[in-house]
């Protein structure tokens, strides 16, 4: 583990599907993304956005990843898990994680709110030290009210399928302007680190944190995000990091 042995560092990047810019400018950032992902040196990496295949996206870029991206952002060492929400014309895009940790298992609940915006969670089981802990992966919508809806959803989610007495993490891309959703997270037992706002969005002039890390029976002691020229390249969002106590 990053630190010591009583450290758990985990990490959620909303990737953007690894291509940034519009039109004609539009560039592809994934192999940059490979090289970001493991200066983190996270536990556990938690994405946003990623595509599993694009048609589209391959015809462009002659450098696209024959992999699907979660595979290709893996570093040595990691097992990638990837779930799908969307499927386009073109492609698929999900959630995905990252972990230098064994898996147990996996599993992926729709929790989308309306036709309009294909959402899902990722769960995950990782052997850490011979205890399970559970990684919940969440892109929630862009309309409050689908996010309270999806907040709701995730705690019965929790309720069915973890015991109570095990860790979890939820990590994800809220899109949660003003942390509104943290009473109601909190009333999950699961809490972060805060007191002070770790802007993330956007990433080349952060003025709002819409990425969050939760988490029940471990504690959150330290949040970051990375900030510089490199960073507000790759994706609209900075990647956010926060250091737990198991």
């Not at 959620?12 to 599907?17: A, E, L």
């Not at 893996?74 to 929400?85: F, I, L, Q, S």
């Not at 819409?210 to 390249?233: K, N, T």
């Amino acid at each position: 583990m990053t630190g010591s042995s009583s450290t758990l560092r985990v990490a959620t990047y909303n990737i953007h599907k690894g291509v940034q810019g519009i039109g004609p400018a539009r560039r592809l950032e994934i192999h940059n993304l490979g090289h970001a992902i493991e200066q983190l040196d996270a536990d556990i990496v938690c994405l946003q956005e990623v595509r599993k295949m694009n048609r589209q996206a391959a015809a462009r870029f002659s450098q696209w990843p024959e992999l699907p991206q979660a595979d290709f952002l893996a570093p040595e060492g990691y097992t990638a898990v990837y779930e799908t929400n969307a499927v386009t014309r073109h492609g698929e895009h999900g959630n995905a994680l990252l972990t230098r940790w064994p898996v147990l298992r996996q599993g992926h609940q729709d929790i989308s709110d309306h036709r309009f915006e294909q959402r899902g969670l990722l769960h995950v089981v990782i052997n850490i030290n011979d205890r399970p802990v559970h990684a919940i992966v969440v892109h929630l919508g862009l309309i409050k009210g689908s996010r309270v809806r999806q907040i709701v959803r995730l705690r019965e989610f929790i309720e069915r399928e973890i015991s109570p007495d095990e860790a979890v993490i939820v990590a994800g891309d809220f899109n949660d302007w003003g942390a509104r959703m943290r009473v109601a997270m909190n009333a999950m037992g699961l809490r972060d680190v805060h007191g002070t706002r770790t802007l993330t969005y956007p990433s080349r002039l952060p003025v709002a944190q819409l990425d969050f890390i939760y988490g029940r029976h471990i504690e959150p002691v330290e949040c970051s995000a990375p900030r510089g020229p490199i960073w507000s390249r790759m994706s609209d969002h900075l990647p956010l990091v926060t250091d737990f106590l198991l």
